[in-house]
């Protein structure tokens, strides 16, 4: 066996065998269906011998009758084993590709954040749709198709065996010379698969992004550069596809030619007996018919093979995935955290992206149950890290996190991340009503707290001006939905939270001054009895934190409240002073 079977036996095809056993009973009437097809085809080089030997021979007028109606009871069984065999087969087949399916998505679902920000979007996608898909083709034409022809084969094989088996020796000298191409075909095939799968991927991320940032295409002008790129890359993928097409168009010609050289052998080899007077004109007709019929599924085996080849490639990029471990670990016995006001400690806390190069450097925080924590500071100086280290999006590289003196690490995870409420920098709505978005991850809230909720952002007045109010989709908003208003959207989902831990990223930078200021009380009035970071946009918004702490290129620089700082005359006084010449008033 060449090493690539082995290699593809062992590991995925294991894969895919613990899938297909919970279907065993149905796969068990699919192999009796397919045994019964086998049969019948069996059954017709068998009539074709006593209509030549018992029709035209002896003339024999009882099988006149009899033959022909033999005829129609075999096609008859044939036709409804044939039914149930590729319906129960497609049946498996096409079960063992949805939880493939649903096992892939549910395992991309829990990586952690890293692995998204590395994988392209569009490119995941292919994996999901696409890949699954060539696997599909894989399980439910290719294997099942392979046991069909297998059981036939046998069966065929078996029939001129008994019939002659000289001459079927002879019939039969050209399969190991095919087996060569059959592999050398499927190896190949197996290569260009890979390279079209990624050339597919690519072209599916590069799909994503120009469609979603198509207003930033239009803008820019770069239509027509957009156009070329993807002609450059349509164009790559016709590439591989053509490499494969080749493969699969050859093996067809290569196998027939072989088959032909069969055949030919067998006429030259059997005609002689018949010649002779050893071998009946029946015999010779019905085992030519057999060659014939057995060839067929020799023939697909190759074709099969190539199919199994190109599904192997894509399994391979599914199972990737599915087992590509978490960074983000879970404690063996992970601590439930309690729902109650929680203290947050930074030790020394440094962490980095991609190694040696640190993003935050020796953190160094603890804040209070309740207390209200100001980050400031230039954009990039790592003040979303710093709060997206707390539920754990990424683990810190060095030091550690604690709630309540538990390292995060040790805490479950789900519970702790339920203790946190989160309003990220780019307010993200999903294609679902304004109401569910509001209710998203506290689905059994009512309507009177969902709008409560909203009134508490401000945001239950434009709400109701929608077509259809809290039931409007947010997809058919489109553009109507201003930045501010996504933003006010994701305070009330937050708000709704109620979590003990609030992190506000810039959650009001798309806001105007005016709603800004009655968010801000909202804001305010939430902040009450909650642990909360708050990173601001605008200094003005922060004076009444309980402590501010400037964050520049990874370190803190200062912490102290307003006015202590304001005095120092230190990096938060500069911050203030940029801001009040830029007209971002603010009362020193
Ligand atoms: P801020 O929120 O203060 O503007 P960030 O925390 O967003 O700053 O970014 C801090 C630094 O980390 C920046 O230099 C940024 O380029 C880098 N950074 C942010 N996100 C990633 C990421 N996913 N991968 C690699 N580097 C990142
Ligand atoms: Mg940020």
């Known amino acids: 066996m060449p090493p690539y079977i082995t290699e593809f036996f062992q590991r995925r095809i294991g894969q895919l065998l613990r899938m297909v056993k919970d279907h065993w009973v149905r796969l068990f009437f699919a192999v009796v269906a397919m045994v019964v097809v086998a049969a019948t085809q ?115 094989a078996g029939y001129i065996y008994v019939q002659d088996w000289k001459l079927a020796m002879a019939a039969t000298v050209v399969l190991p ?51 070329k790129r993807f002609a450059r890359k349509s164009a790559n993928l016709f590439k591989h596809q053509m490499k494969q097409v080749i493969v699969r168009a050859l093996s067809s010609p290569v196998m027939d030619f072989l088959g032909g050289l069969g055949i030919a052998f067998i006429i030259w080899f059997g005609g002689r007996q018949v010649i002779s007077g050893t071998q009946t004109v029946g015999t010779f007709t019905s085992f030519i018919a057999a060659v014939l019929l057995l060839y067929d599924p020799v023939r697909r085996l190759s074709k099969f093979n190539n199919t199994i080849q190109q599904g192997m490639a894509a399994a391979d990029r599914v199972f990737d995935i599915i087992e590509h471990s ?73 030091g550690k996190i604690l709630i309540d003196g538990m390292d995060i690490r040790r805490l479950s995870l789900d519970s702790l991340r339920r203790q946190i409420a989160i309003v990220t920098q780019e307010p993200i709505l999903f294609n679902d009503s304004v109401r569910n978005n509001i ?49 006010r959207i994701c305070i009330a989902r937050a708000l709704l939270k109620d979590a003990p831990i609030l992190i ?25 009895g909650r642990t909360t970071f708050v990173i601001a946009h605008r200094l003005s918004t922060v004076r009444y934190a309980d402590r501010i702490v400037v964050i520049d290129a990874g370190r803190i620089m200062e912490e102290g409240n307003h006015r202590d700082l304001l005095d120092r005359q230190g990096a938060y006084f500069n911050l203030c002073r940029i801001q009040s010449s830029k007209g971002l008033a603010i009362s020193i």
């Not at 696409?130 to 099942?144: G, K, L, N, P, Q």
């Not at 806390?349 to 309740?370: C, H, N, W």
């Not at 930078?509 to 902040?527: G, I, P």
């Open 326 to 398: 978490s960074d983000i670990k879970q404690a063996d016995h992970p601590i439930i955290v309690p729902d109650c006001p929680h203290r947050v400690t930074f030790e020394d806390v440094s962490f980095a992206y991609v190694a040696d190069e640190t993003v935050l450097k020796d953190i160094q925080m603890d804040v209070r149950p309740g207390e209200i924590l100001a980050l400031v500071g230039a954009s990039g100086g790592g003040k979303t890290t710093l709060v997206n280290l707390i539920p754990r999006f990424f683990d810190v590289t060095q």
């Open 504 to 528: 506000l990223d810039e959650a009001t930078s798309s806001l105007d001054s005016e709603s800004e200021r009655l968010v801000q009380k909202a804001l305010e009035n939430l902040m009450q």
């Open 439 to 487: 209710a998203y991850g506290n689905r059994h809230a009512s309507d009177v707290e969902i709008e409560a909720a909203a009134r508490a952002a401000y945001a239950h007045d434009f709400v109701i001006n929608f077509p259809d109010g809290y039931n409007t989709l947010v997809g058919e908003l489109g553009e109507r939905l201003s930045g501010g208003e996504k933003q």
């Open 42 to 156: 069996v059954a017709i080089p068998f009539v074709l011998k006593h209509v030549m030997d018992d029709i035209f021979v002896s003339k024999d007028v009882r099988m006149l009758n009899l033959i022909p109606l033999s005829v129609i009871a075999l096609f008859l069984i044939r036709g409804t084993a044939m039914y149930y065999q590729a319906y129960l087969m497609k049946y498996v087949g096409e079960k063992i590709i949805m939880r493939l399916r649903n096992r892939l998505y549910n395992r991309v679902q829990d990586l952690p954040l890293s692995f998204f920000h590395k994988e392209k979007t569009g490119s995941l996608m292919a994996r999901i749709t696409h890949d699954v898909s060539i696997v599909r083709e894989m399980i439910s034409d290719a294997m099942t198709g392979l046991l069909k022809d297998a059981v036939m084969i046998l069966g065929l």
């Open 177 to 227: 010379i095919a087996f060569y191409p059959i592999t050398e075909f499927g190896r190949r095939i197996r290569r260009y698969s890979t390279g079209y799968q990624t050339a597919m991927a690519d072209l599916s991320a590069f799909l994503f992004e120009t469609f979603t940032g198509n207003k930033i295409v239009k803008a820019f002008g770069m239509e027509a550069h957009e156009k």
